[in-house]
């Protein structure tokens, strides 16, 4: 029994807690968009070829979501926008939560799985989506075709994203306690050797 309790303090005292960092990715000027339909794949293929693109054009601020882009701006006669970005994931993450908001329907894609539709034709926020299981290490890409109903709503227009990645840091520190928790199961151990 004493050499379970010892075990189980050694045990305790070599965990080291780790923090998770956060990258975060929101939609801005460095999302591509077209409003002439893309070809097959651009939906699917991570190096689907963007050539004709243009910076996403960024209308509005939200302290939450991002920057509201479109095509060509927020009161245009563009109804359709098709937007694309790539992304890498460097190293292990835990975790990508997505939210954001759409005026007024869309089809958002992560690496080429549909993760959001909305056709209802008004305005509303999206999420919090989980995406872990759609995140890949390496290239990732989003795809969506967004679209404005401008004979019900007229042209007021865009597209919102935040997504949140989770990410262990690297090299974490034991605590404090854990340390002490060490020395005591040690001292514990070596006390009890010594009395055989």
């Known amino acids: 029994m004493k050499v379970l309790l010892i075990a189980a ?3 305790a005292g070599v965990v080291s807690t780790a923090h998770a960092s956060t990258i975060t990715l929101r939609t801005d000027a460095t999302w591509l968009a077209t409003n002439v339909a893309p070809a097959a794949g651009w939906n699917t293929n991570p190096l689907f070829n963007t050539a004709g693109w243009i910076s996403a054009v960024s209308h509005c601020s939200d302290p939450i979501y991002g920057e509201c882009i479109w095509y060509d701006g927020q009161f245009t006669a563009t109804a359709d926008a098709w937007m694309r970005r790539s992304f890498t994931i460097s190293g292990p993450f835990t975790s990508g939560l997505l939210v954001g908001g759409i005026d007024d329907d869309a089809d958002i894609y992560l690496n080429g799985t549909l993760i959001f539709s909305d056709h209802n034709g008004s305005s509303q926020a999206y999420g919090p989506i989980d995406v872990t299981p759609y995140l890949v290490p390496g290239l990732n890409f989003f795809a969506v075709h967004a679209i404005d109903n ?3 709503w007229g042209q007021n227009h865009g597209f919102l994203a935040n997504l949140d990645i989770q990410t262990p840091t690297a090299n974490a520190v034991p605590e404090p306690s854990s340390i002490v928790l060490f020395t005591v199961g040690l001292a514990g151990w070596a ?4 009395r055989r």
């Open 9 to 11: 303090v050694l045990t």
């Open 150 to 152: 401008i004979p019900v």
């Open 191 to 194: 006390f009890l050797r010594s």
